[in-house]
């Protein structure tokens, strides 16, 4: 059973240029959530998304970036003209139900770098 | 908004010294729960507490909730370079059933 598995792990992009993380949540879990961290610093609450609905976006900057778990495929992070601030360690979690009442399993992450 | 605070932001040890990290909320919270992340890896869970005043042991790590499930730690005994990483608490506030609100957590060194 793989854990969640999150592509690519680093990631470069100019600015202006966009960028998309990807994540497979475990097998089984369809809940996805998604967490920024700045370095040397906590995770912030980004996105919490279920199978083709957006349950929670109020973490998330409400523009250039955006979310998605479409039924068929990973969820997808996008964010359009990146800038230097948006480089940080994206995490994702999942988990088998709405509730946060077990451990929340993430990914390994994807850091991305904006030059 | 609920916020966590996590104290200290950084502790050096010599390995066998103790360590202590210490959360307090701003408001009451549902549960709590502990990460651990290593150097340029992801969180990755060690515990949940739920009960007000429950203490939890894990080998050398003892974790305490408090009465008012406000305020929690997490205290090594005799660290070893293995712990070295940063531990978070992320608590789940009354109201909401997913979103932690995660501290900013405590970086562990152990001096050479």
């Known amino acids: 059973n793989a854990g969640v598995m999150q592509n690519p792990r680093h990631l470069v992009r100019r600015r202006g240029q966009e960028a998309r993380l990807r994540c497979s949540p475990m097998?089984?879990?369809?809940?996805v959530y998604w967490y920024r961290q700045l370095p040397e610093e906590g995770l912030k609450f980004m996105v919490y998304?279920?199978?083709?609905?957006?349950?929670?976006e109020s973490g998330m900057p409400k523009e250039r970036f955006s979310a998605e778990f479409p039924k068929e495929g990973p969820s997808i992070l996008r964010i359009q003209q990146v800038v230097r601030g948006d480089s940080a360690a994206y995490f994702c979690a999942s988990s088998p139900n709405a509730e946060v009442n077990t451990e929340a399993f993430f990914g390994q992450g994807t850091r991305l770098t904006v030059v | 908004g609920q916020q966590v605070m996590q104290i200290p932001q950084y502790q050096h040890v010599q390995e066998g010294e103790d360590f202590t990290t210490y959360c307090n909320s701003s408001t009451t919270l549902s549960n709590i729960q502990w990460y651990k992340q290593r150097p340029g890896g992801h969180p990755v869970f060690l515990i949940q507490?739920?009960?007000s005043g429950e203490v939890k042991k894990q080998k050398r790590l003892t974790f305490q909730f408090g009465e008012a499930k406000k305020n929690s730690s997490l205290h090594i005994t005799a660290t070893q370079t293995t712990d070295v990483g940063t531990y978070f608490c992320?608590?789940?506030?009354?109201?909401?059933?997913?979103?932690?609100?995660w501290g900013a957590g405590t970086k562990l060194i152990i001096k050479p």
């Open positions: 097998k089984g879990h369809s809940h």
């Open positions: 998304l279920q199978k083709e609905n957006i349950i929670d």
């Open positions: 992320a608590g789940l506030g009354h109201g909401s059933n997913y979103q932690l609100i």
């Open positions: 507490l739920v009960k």
